[in-house]
């Protein structure tokens, strides 16, 4: 027995952390066909109704909708300068580097809550009420760092080899940088854009403090939770489970179809 616990203890741990990490999303998604009624808190009979009028909640939809339009606006802004600043950072030395290299740090080891209580008291004093911008503003700010850490390392893992050889074949910068280094740092720039996305996403604290009337997916579902999250709010969390499973999915298989050839 203690040799077979030997071998498989890592195992059993492993197994143990996803089963603690997926229990949420299990509860969630079976949720999502209970045949609830105005609270969602105990079972009352398995139903596809949710799945086929996922808006039947009042104002799910309309929440999710801000949420989506906030992530995409914040997602496209902060991998556009998060990039920029990568490339900045890992390839040019300028005097400075190291400070704004622990400068971009700070945003994601600084609280939300204190992050959040800033940049509303910041958008105060300037005169701007809170709402749909101001909060992508935010969104912007606190996604870049973590844009910035991402496409870095994927340009720190680049063969500078492979640049040289196009400029000996007489490519021009651009043309280096255009068919040589971007498709080899696209892969980074596309996973730091899902997690922008996904944290922009995700964010209720901050947009808490700085959306003022404005009602996001994460709001909606705080809101609700004390008469019990409506199953509709279920369904649109599995669903974007499923999507986000499904895009990792996909990107494995494209990622292995090309290392065979």
Known sequence: MKR???KNLIKIYAFLAFVYLFIP????????FNDAGKSNLTWRGFTFKNWQNPCGA????????NSLKIGFIATLIATALGTMIAFALGRHRFRGRSTVNLLIFLPMATPEIVLGASLLAMFLNLGINPGFWPTVIAHVMFCISFVVVTVKARIASLDPKLEEAAMDLYATEVETFRRVTL???MPGIFGAA???????F???????????TLTTFPKFVYISSARGIPAQANVIGSSMFLIALAIVLVGQFVS???NRV
Do not use: H, Q
């Open 4 to 6: 077979w616990l030997s």
């Open 25 to 32: 999303i299990a509860y969630t998604m079976a949720f999502s």
């Open 58 to 65: 009042p104002e799910v939809c309309t929440a999710l909708g």
């Open 183 to 185: 498709p080899l740092v």
């Open 194 to 200: 899902l997690l922008a996305f996904s944290l922009s």
């Open 202 to 212: 995700d964010d209720f604290i901050i947009t808490n403090f700085n959306s003022g």
């Open 256 to 258: 292995s179809r090309k």
